[in-house]
């Protein structure tokens, strides 16, 4: 089999593979996720070929001195011959000396502990269709708002700089954002985007809950239907934002980490941007 098997950075136009089998993995990905993840790091994605057909896939990608591993995937008719322990050290070699994170699904986080992994909290998502939601305040187009500023904000909740991804994701088709402003300081911000089931949150980045929930209203107020939002369990407003707006939870993973990175403001998580690139 090693012979048949061979691991490459996908080109980008296959990025879209990967995210196909996340989907059909029940993942819900965004009609627009792989061309924006495809834009990070273009040699991050990697697929597995046995026999010159897509085996496995991995995605390790690689910011400032941080990556996040996602896409860890083996065809179903493939699995429990090895190849997938392959295609993950392939994806580990990527990532250096770099801290990693990941969101493990349960079924996998023994295996992720084992790689040396830690766990650091739980993310569950909620889903449903949104009740009970007040009309939204006065918010702006967070594409009005300077990429600098949103590019600091984002670095309290993310272990790294991403400037170029937020770039393409507040910029994506059929993404919608929106900013909180208070005092010509941003307070809250978010992202909302079509997915092969309803709409999925990401990020929701807030001070506090009344800003949370301000943005959260402008986002699913403009069309109706299931709606998922991915939330950092330790934070219990968050959670009761979820609850409050009548969204039940779906399923979880564990956020785990290869090692130290610079603390974070989970407490202003309140919609976890992927779970395939934190």
Excluded at 8 to 18: H, I, Q, T, W
Excluded at 99 to 110: E, S, Y
Excluded at 161 to 189: M, N
Excluded at 227 to 236: E, G, S, T, Y
């Amino acid at each position: 089999m090693k012979d048949d098997f061979h691991i490459r950075a996908m080109k980008p136009d296959e990025v879209a593979l990967a995210v196909e089998w996340a989907a059909a993995e029940g993942w819900n990905p965004g009609f627009a996720d792989a061309a924006c993840f495809a834009a990070v790091d273009p040699g991050g994605f990697l697929i597995g070929e046995y026999q010159g057909k897509p085996a496995s896939t991995i995605s390790v990608v690689n910011y400032n001195g941080f990556a996040f591993l996602g896409f860890y995937i083996v065809r179903p008719d493939l699995r429990g011959r090895g190849l997938g322990y392959r295609t993950w050290q392939a994806g580990i070699a990527h990532a250096g000396a770099r801290t990693m994170g990941l969101d493990g699904v349960v079924a996998q986080q023994d295996n992720y502990r084992k790689s040396g992994f830690a766990f650091a909290y739980n993310n569950v998502r909620y889903g449903g269709v949104p009740r009970g939601v007040s009309a939204p305040s006065a918010t702006v187009p967070l594409g009005d708002v300077p990429i600098e500023l949103i590019e600091r904000d984002d670095a309290t909740v993310f272990p790294a700089k991403r400037g170029s991804f937020l770039r393409s994701w507040i910029s994506a088709p059929g993404h919608y954002g929106r900013a909180l402003l208070r005092d010509q300081k941003l307070a809250a911000w978010g992202v909302i985007r079509p997915c092969r089931r309803g709409r999925k949150i990401g990020p929701l980045v807030a001070d506090d809950r009344a800003a949370a929930e301000t943005i959260f209203a402008d986002l699913v107020g403009r069309d109706e239907g299931e709606v998922f939002l991915d939330v950092p369990q330790v934070n219990r407003d968050a959670v009761a934002l979820a609850v409050a707006a009548g969204l039940s939870p779906v399923f979880e993973t564990a956020r785990m980490y290869s090692g130290p990175i610079r603390p974070l403001a989970v407490e202003r998580i309140f919609g976890v941007t992927t779970f395939e690139l934190g």
